[in-house]
């Protein structure tokens, strides 16, 4: 009687284990990755050059990206976004965006590191979005015991406006962009950067893409001392 028992509770876990694995087979995945060589210039570093790397993980109405940059200047970035996507009306996506980031000042021995949340609206044409997001920077090897200070802003906000000239969905795009922030840098309310950007699908899994970003100087830009300014250039492909 107990054999028959032990069977009848494997074959409920093995109907079980294959109801759901046919569940999951239900979800809509999909994934990309991309790679992007940098160059720029500023008062701060010169000339330099870097290495972006990206991937991004569909899983249904959910995105969640993993963002990894390396500058010859020893500066290391790596952010992970995880963004839930709600269709609120025809070609209109409402969605909410939580991140952690983290970047390291090799030469200086310090690092950053960013709690960012927000929530945002794109249609084909337009992307609005606007957040909160709070930066620590501490320096690397600190004993957490000592007396040594370290700097935090808890309260920032962050917002970006991107309008796209053919549509988000268009085999070959131009965008502008304005924000205080991207996918490895954060910068104060005042402080935004203006990237002009474009995208082309030259085949069915394959697309290049190209962005031009500038930073000025002072306050909103309101001097015309430049400050610096960086070219990516690379591919995306769809897995």
């Known amino acids: 009687m107990v054999k028959k028992r032990h069977i009848l509770l494997m074959f409920c876990l093995v109907s079980a284990m294959v109801l759901n694995a046919q569940e999951v087979r239900k979800h809509n995945l999909s994934a990309d990755v991309g790679a992007m060589g ?13 290495l972006d790397l990206k991937g991004n993980l569909h899983i249904d109405n959910t995105d969640v990206t993993l963002n990894l940059e390396a500058l010859t200047e020893n500066v290391y970035s790596m952010g992970l976004t995880v963004r839930p996507n709600f269709n609120v009306c025809k070609n209109g996506v409402l ?19 960013v709690y960012a949340g927000s929530v945002g609206f794109r249609m084909r044409h337009f992307l609005v979005q606007a957040g909160i997001f709070s930066k620590t920077f ?25 309008i796209s000239i053919m549509g988000f969905d268009h085999p070959w795009d131009v965008y502008l962009t304005g924000a205080n922030f991207n996918d490895f840098e954060y910068e104060r309310v005042w402080e935004p950067l203006c990237t002009l ?23 909103f830009h309101g001097t ?3 400050y610096g300014a960086m070219l990516r250039v690379g591919v995306i492909y769809k897995l």
């Open 38 to 50: 940098m160059i720029g210039y500023s008062h701060t570093y010169k000339w330099y050059g870097g």
């Open 197 to 219: 950007g474009g995208r082309w699908d030259f085949k069915e899994r394959w697309s290049l893409v190209a962005e031009g970003t500038m930073k000025s100087a002072g306050m």
């Open 224 to 226: 015309a001392k430049f």
């Open 95 to 113: 969605f909410a965006e939580g991140t952690m980031h983290s970047r390291i000042f090799g030469n200086y021995k310090v690092y950053e590191f």
């Open 138 to 162: 501490d320096a690397l090897g600190r004993n957490w015991h000592s007396l040594d200070n370290y700097i935090t802003e808890p309260f920032n906000v962050l917002y970006r406006l991107t």
